[in-house]
């Protein structure tokens, strides 16, 4: 039962342009939502949260939208670069963090200069 | 701040060895570590939760005997793999946490069992 889906496997941008990766949820106790990046035989590296409370958050080049209504989120990504290109995953968690991660399947985000 | 790491990076051993993997939180005290399995081309999967100086608390399908998970302390949490199979063959990360903070991830060990 995965109780979160990344439905987009890879995903290929051109360089400068906008980056949308996109996550849906099943399980409506999740309440905080976040993103990492993961580069080939290294650890995911946290790049951006945001609580069930809000519906954006923006860090720098990377905003992440939430739709609790749809059960979606999204990472935007612009102006995308040579050194995004990594694999995204989403997780979710209850209690605003204080539960275990549920990580989504990930996307392979290739970005072409 | 907030570096996690792991030891070994790769390791490769025999069927039915054993073999230990550290995970060590640097420059932070880690009141919670997670062990997770990462098989090619799929999620990061939970396999426990430890607490230090408490027993840890393995998801459903993860047998305790055979992954034994120790946090002595508050800086460092081991996974021991024993009786090791091929099929145990993955990549192994864990992640550490300060209170309720973000959880920080180590880099990773890739066990091959031959």
């Known amino acids: 039962d995965q109780q979160v889906k990344q439905n987009s496997p890879s995903l290929s941008v051109q360089e400068g342009r906008i980056s949308i990766l996109n996550c849906d949820y099943t399980?409506?106790?999740?309440?905080?939502f976040l993103w990492y990046k993961k580069y080939p035989a290294e650890g995911p590296t946290f790049l951006i949260s945001?609580?069930?409370?809000?519906d954006k958050n923006e860090d720098g080049r990377f905003t992440v939208f939430l739709n609790k209504s749809a059960k979606h989120l999204s990472l935007h990504i612009v102006p995308s670069q040579p050194g995004d290109s990594a694999v995204y995953f989403c997780?979710?968690?209850?209690?605003?963090?204080?539960?275990?991660?549920?990580f989504g399947t990930g996307t392979r985000l290739t970005i072409i200069p | 701040g907030a570096v996690v790491s792991q030891h070994p990076s790769r390791v490769i051993c025999k069927s039915g060895t054993s073999v230990k993997i550290e995970c060590r939180s640097l420059?932070?005290?880690?009141?919670?570590m997670f062990w997770y399995r990462q098989f090619p081309k799929q999620s990061l999967m939970l396999m426990a939760t430890?607490?230090?100086?408490?027993?840890?608390?393995?998801e459903q399908g993860v047998e305790k005997d055979k992954f034994l998970i120790n946090h002595a302390s508050l800086t460092l949490s081991t996974l021991t793999v024993t009786s090791a199979h091929p099929e145990d063959s993955s990549f192994y990360i864990c992640?550490?946490?300060?209170?309720?903070?973000?959880?920080?991830f180590g880099p990773g060990t890739r066990l091959t069992v031959t």
């Open positions: 997780a979710a968690s209850e209690n605003f963090g204080n539960e275990k991660l549920t």
């Open positions: 430890s607490n230090e100086g408490s027993k840890a608390t393995y």
């Open positions: 420059d932070f005290q880690a009141t919670t």
């Open positions: 992640s550490a946490r300060e209170a309720s903070y973000e959880q920080y």
């Open positions: 945001i609580s069930s409370i809000k």
């Open positions: 399980n409506s106790m999740f309440d905080y």
